[in-house]
């Protein structure tokens, strides 16, 4: 494979072509050296690109919380209102399995049809540190192309969840009423770094008197959400997050949601949120040297030879996990000759 023009990624880029987005993203994911020195460069000339009014809203909660069924009616809300959206649709399941089914294209049908829209389902690489370089790089690429909001969506499975709030200005968590113990099913970390809360599938009584009133049950959820965040963010806070109710599939509540998402971003105010993106700049650094530091360590050979040994030992109970762990770097350190130090 010949390598990427990058120039011409670039320029493709910039217009707004989805060809050219599309593999700028291929780019930014790929693990190969060469892609990845290419990468840099693509990123380094789209830096100055990204309008710092853009909006970046982290999306998350349990699977089959109707996460996608919101993200479309409020993209198509978004782009009916003339904002050009760009969502990406993370899978860190595959940090274990290796691929991605890409269903979010197929549940956003109408949304993936809407030419002011881009649907990304991206498959992570091996590592939640491939999680971090490969979205927060795409976003870029995405602001470059002109899209000023950005919606990342996550299947909600612990760090992740963490990693993606580490990237976007506002995260939004949604949960459902119905699930039991409703404070037993969600973890404080999550109440911590959620922005604003949404309790989905509020959706409106048919009026039979045969099924149980969603509507009201997720005001009821809601209202025990609201009280178990006053407790965790306490009195004076400088933004308590709200806990609010909708219904993805018939649109109620939906722009509400948005607004109180725009609330969150503008009580930062602009310094606010440059300082934020400053940070998670730091912080996606060293996401980046643990990653190429993972690599290197993969690509090694000298981790490479004892591997299989190591891996037979630990398995045979003739070595321990600090022991293992000292061969492979080691091995790792034999490969880079002898450190300044090294007497």
């Known amino acids: 494979m010949p390598p990427p023009d990058v120039e011409a990624l670039v320029a493709g880029v910039r217009e707004g072509r989805r060809a050219a987005v599309s593999r700028a993203i291929t780019l930014v994911e790929s693990s190969r050296a060469d892609h990845r020195e290419a990468a840099r460069e693509l990123m380094t000339e789209l830096a100055g690109s990204t309008p710092p009014t853009s909006v970046r809203v982290g999306i998350s909660g349990v699977p089959g919380v109707g996460k996608s069924t919101l993200i479309e009616t409020l993209g198509g809300q978004l782009t009916g209102a003339g904002h050009r959206v ?54 870029v690429v995405l602001e470059a192309a002109g899209y000023d909001v950005v919606l990342v969506e996550t299947v909600g499975v612990g760090q992740s969840e963490v990693t993606v709030a580490g990237m976007v200005d506002t995260f939004l968590f ?11 099913g969600i973890k404080k ?3 911590e770094i959620a922005d604003v809360i949404a309790v989905n599938k509020a959706d409106p009584s048919t009026g039979s008197g045969q099924a149980p009133d969603r509507a009201q049950e997720a005001a009821s959820a ?3 959400l609201a009280g178990a965040l006053r407790l965790v963010h306490g009195r004076g806070a400088a933004w308590v997050p709200p806990v609010l109710t909708c219904s993805g599939l018939h649109g109620t509540g939906v722009e509400e949601v948005w607004q109180r998402v725009l609330a969150h971003r503008a009580s930062m105010g602009e310094q606010g949120v440059a300082a934020k993106r400053a940070d998670q700049q730091l912080d996606f650094t060293w996401a980046l040297v643990r990653d190429e530091l993972d690599q290197r360590l993969v690509r090694s050979p000298g981790v490479r030879a004892v591997r299989d040994d190591v891996r037979r030992a630990l398995l045979a109970g003739e070595t321990t996990a600090p022991l293992a762990a000292d061969r492979l770097i080691a091995a790792y350190d034999a490969d880079r000759g002898p450190r300044p130090e090294d007497p």
Do not use: F, H, N
Request: aromatic share 2%; proline share 6%; charged share 15%.
């Open 86 to 139: 760009g969502v990406l649709a993370v899978d860190p399941s595959s940090v274990r399995t290796g691929g991605s089914v890409l269903g979010d294209k197929t549940r956003m049908g109408t949304l993936a049809g809407d030419p002011a829209a881009y649907i990304r389902p991206s498959p992570t690489a091996g590592t939640l540190g491939g999680v971090a370089r490969a979205t927060a790089q795409a976003m």
């Open 222 to 224: 809601a209202k025990e």
């Open 174 to 184: 949604l949960t459902l009423a119905r699930t039991g113990d409703q404070l037993q």
């Open 189 to 191: 970390g999550i109440l």
